[in-house]
């Protein structure tokens, strides 16, 4: 009787399990993660963003439409039942609503979803560490394999944001350092490589973030090995050097973007708008200061040949300043404050244009008011710290009552939007290089280039 009862019991008792995600561009990652869940139980349910939750948590280059999207789960076989999520805190109450057992994702969220463990069981399945294309071969825009270059601090904020970006899949870390890679490697689960041939052959497109003066050699040899390059600020510290690999990669039909990701923040992108509409007059002044106090240890204030504020922070200030004014300043001059052993931890930068002057300050050593303002001859647009997120700024005029207000989102940590950018580049989808061109990127070098040779005195540094 017992047996009998168990038996009945057993097979009534169904296993219910969730999961979530935006399965856009369907890749093996996402069939990989779906047989694995309904393997979990014996009933799957499945909930597909909408474009309205993507883009409220900040999910960026969503290509396929859901209809197109809940198509593809479908096409698996795995889901027992879809649904769509189009809020946050839904989980929550699809948990309950489904009597659901098992919330399942991918390792990538690992912890994330610990909350739910009060409701269910919560299981972070592995990533798929290899995407080599979207299943469907079909679809035209391809999944971009990222490779990183570098482990240091930046290196750790892209992978979080570059998880936000629908059709490009972080895969790879390579640096000369063999340990340092694997150690990341672990931490984010991806690939690590010591060789950087093994790195170039298994990624679209590479991220540099090692240090300055690395970026050009690693530019030049990505641009070799037919990769697509987003590489960080400076991007590289002489002008001709910058005149070269663009022109290089416009051989080649490759992508180069320097990655200053205040450029390709939309708030950035409505100021700079806002300030050549006219409504503050013709542009005659521009003060840009950015000062992050650095420890005394750090590289910025160690390494005698491109430490120091301005290779460090320079970009962010002049980048406000090239944008509006352009490149072609008739005088530069440059005024810091060294440290003993000759590093700046103040800088300067006083740029006298034929209708405008301008002022790009920046410290790691000296701390002062971070803030933007842009002086026209009707008005003036004042962006306080952190403008180089630019979440918030004020148009004032004359008229002291009249001040107007504008602000825009900035998602996490803000490099998704130059991902993003970079991604529709190499699709094609958008030649929207206008945000940081080729010659502003080379006027940005020419600069950097100006400041180390007037800065740092070379000749008693040894080689
Ligand atoms: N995934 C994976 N391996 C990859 C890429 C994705 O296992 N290389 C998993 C993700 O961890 C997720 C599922 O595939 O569990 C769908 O991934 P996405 O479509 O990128 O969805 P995501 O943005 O991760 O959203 O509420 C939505 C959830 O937060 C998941």
Same mark, same amino acid.
Request: with cysteine; charged share 25%; net charge neutral.
């Given at each position: 009787?017992?047996?009998?009862?168990?038996?009945?019991?057993?097979?009534?008792?169904?296993?219910?399990?969730?999961?979530?995600?935006?399965?856009?561009?369907?890749?093996?990652?996402?069939?990989?993660?779906?047989?694995?869940?309904?393997?979990?139980?014996?009933?799957?349910?499945?909930?597909?963003?909408?474009?309205?939750?993507?883009?409220?948590?900040?999910?960026?280059?969503?290509?396929?439409?859901?209809?197109?999207?809940?198509?593809?789960?479908?096409?698996?076989?795995?889901?027992?039942?879809?649904?769509?999520?189009?809020?946050?805190?839904?989980?929550?109450?699809?948990?309950?609503?489904?009597?659901?057992?098992?919330?399942?994702?991918?390792?990538?969220?690992?912890?994330?979803?610990?909350?739910?463990?009060?409701?269910?069981?919560?299981?972070?399945?592995?990533?798929?560490?290899?995407?080599?294309?979207?299943?469907?071969? %079909?679809?035209?825009?391809? &999944?971009?394999?990222? =490779? +990183? @270059? #570098?482990?240091? $601090?930046?290196?750790?904020?892209?992978?979080?944001?570059?998880?936000?970006?629908?059709?490009?899949?972080?895969?790879?870390?390579?640096?000369?350092?063999?340990?340092?890679?694997?150690?990341?490697?672990?931490?984010?689960?991806?690939?690590?490589?010591?060789?950087?041939?093994?790195?170039?052959?298994?990624?679209?497109?590479?991220?540099?973030?090692?240090?300055?003066?690395?970026?050009?050699?690693?530019?030049?040899?990505?641009?070799?090995?037919?990769?697509?390059?987003?590489?960080?600020?400076?991007?590289?510290?002489?002008?001709?050097?910058?005149?070269?690999?663009?022109?290089?990669?416009?051989?080649?039909?490759?992508?180069?973007?320097?990655?200053?990701?205040?450029?390709?923040?939309?708030?950035? %992108?409505?100021?700079?708008? &806002?300030?050549?509409? =006219? +409504? @503050? #007059?013709?542009? $005659?002044?521009?003060?840009?200061?950015?000062?992050?106090?650095?420890?005394?240890?750090?590289?910025?204030?160690?390494?005698?040949?491109?430490?120091?504020?301005?290779?460090?922070?320079?970009?962010?200030?002049?980048?406000?300043?090239?944008?509006?004014?352009?490149?072609?300043?008739?005088?530069?001059?440059?005024?810091?404050?060294?440290?003993?052993?000759?590093?700046?931890?103040?800088?300067?930068?006083?740029?006298?244009?034929?209708?405008?002057?301008?002022?790009?300050?920046?410290?790691?050593?000296?701390?002062?008011?971070?803030?933007?303002?842009?002086?026209?001859?009707?008005?003036?647009?004042?962006?306080?710290?952190?403008?180089?997120?630019?979440?918030?700024?004020?148009?004032?005029?004359?008229? %002291?009552?009249?001040?107007?207000?504008?602000?825009?989102?900035?998602? #996490?940590?803000?490099?998704?939007?130059?991902?993003?950018?970079?991604?529709?580049?190499?699709?094609?989808?958008?030649?929207?290089?206008?945000?940081?061109?080729?010659?502003?990127?080379?006027?940005?070098?020419?600069?950097?280039?100006?400041?180390?040779?007037?800065?740092?005195?070379?000749?008693?540094?040894?080689?």
């Amino acid at each position: 009787m017992l047996i009998a009862i168990k038996q009945t019991w057993e097979d009534i008792y169904v296993t219910r399990v969730i999961t979530y995600g935006t399965f856009d561009l369907f890749h093996e990652g996402h069939y990989r993660l779906l047989r694995r869940a309904k393997q979990l139980g014996d009933y799957l349910i499945v909930g597909v963003t909408t474009e309205e939750y993507d883009r409220k948590r900040g999910k960026l280059n969503v290509i396929d439409s859901l209809i197109t999207r809940i198509e593809n789960v479908k096409k698996t076989g795995f889901a027992d039942e879809i649904i769509i999520e189009e809020a946050a805190g839904q989980k929550f109450r699809d948990i309950q609503k489904y009597k659901i057992d098992i919330f399942t994702v991918g390792s990538d969220w690992v912890g994330q979803f610990d909350y739910l463990r009060d409701y269910c069981k919560v299981i972070y399945l592995e990533r798929t560490k290899n995407i080599s294309s979207t299943m469907l071969r %079909a679809q035209s825009k391809r &999944i971009q394999r990222i =490779g +990183i @270059i #570098g482990t240091g $601090r930046i290196a750790d904020r892209f992978i979080p944001e570059a998880k936000l970006v629908s059709g490009v899949s972080t895969q790879g870390v390579y640096n000369p350092h063999a340990e340092s890679a694997l150690r990341f490697a672990e931490k984010w689960e991806i690939n690590a490589y010591k060789n950087v041939e093994d790195f170039y052959a298994a990624i679209d497109a590479v991220y540099i973030a090692s240090p300055h003066e690395t970026h050009y050699p690693y530019i030049k040899s990505a641009l070799e090995h037919e990769k697509h390059v987003l590489c960080e600020k400076p991007m590289v510290l002489e002008k001709s050097q910058a005149e070269e690999i663009f022109s290089y990669a416009k051989q080649k039909k490759l992508v180069l973007l320097e990655a200053i990701k205040t450029a390709y923040c939309p708030g950035f %992108a409505n100021l700079l708008g &806002i300030a050549c509409s =006219g +409504i @503050i #007059g013709s542009i $005659r002044n521009i003060e840009a200061c950015f000062t992050k106090l650095e420890n005394p240890g750090s590289r910025e204030l160690t390494d005698l040949r491109y430490g120091g504020s301005f290779t460090e922070l320079g970009s962010y200030v002049i980048l406000p300043i090239i944008k509006l004014f352009g490149k072609d300043y008739e005088q530069l001059l440059f005024h810091s404050i060294n440290n003993k052993d000759g590093i700046d931890i103040f800088t300067k930068a006083s740029f006298q244009y034929p209708n405008g002057i301008a002022t790009a300050t920046c410290g790691v050593g000296v701390k002062s008011e971070g803030r933007l303002l842009i002086s026209g001859t009707k008005g003036y647009i004042v962006a306080e710290a952190p403008w180089w997120k630019t979440t918030y700024f004020e148009v004032h005029y004359e008229d %002291a009552e009249k001040i107007e207000k504008f602000s825009d989102r900035f998602l #996490g940590d803000g490099l998704r939007y130059e991902i993003s950018d970079f991604l529709s580049m190499i699709n094609g989808s958008s030649k929207n290089d206008f945000k940081l061109t080729r010659g502003e990127s080379a006027a940005m070098a020419g600069i950097m280039e100006t400041f180390l040779k007037e800065n740092r005195n070379y000749e008693n540094m040894g080689s």
